[in-house]
Nanobody
């Protein structure tokens, strides 16, 4: 059984930084790609960033240059460093396990999410 537990969300002023963490249980972590999604009220869930088991990365255009995804296979943890935050980054952020085949494909494994609120 896969369990994903996110942490690190909170309230921050525009221009500030946050680092999200997602701790994964189970032995699939090192073999699978991992992704961060977000969902704002009234909007569809969108892929923010993803990282393959070989450390290839993919970012949404809206966060390129501001967010960095990384992973520590020894700790079964994936991180999302978010800098220069904007009010439009406000959303619930979810961790996901996926596959990588040139791009990221989400599997149906999700964490409970963590709220990120950016004030202007």
């Amino acid at each position: 059984q896969v369990q994903l537990v996110e942490s690190g969300g909170g309230l921050v002023q525009a221009g500030g930084s946050l680092r999200l963490s997602c701790a994964a249980s189970g032995s699939i972590f090192s073999r699978n790609a991992m992704g961060w999604y977000r969902q704002a009220p009234g909007k569809q869930r969108e892929l923010v960033a993803a990282i393959s088991s070989g450390f290839s990365t993919k970012y949404a255009d809206s966060v390129k240059g501001r967010f960095t995804i990384s992973r520590d296979n020894a700790k079964n943890t994936v991180y999302l460093q978010m800098n220069s935050l904007k009010p439009e980054d406000t959303a619930f952020y979810y961790c996901n396990v996926g596959l990588w085949a040139g791009t990221y494909y989400a599997l149906d494994y999700w964490g409970q999410g963590t709220q990120v609120t950016v004030s202007s």
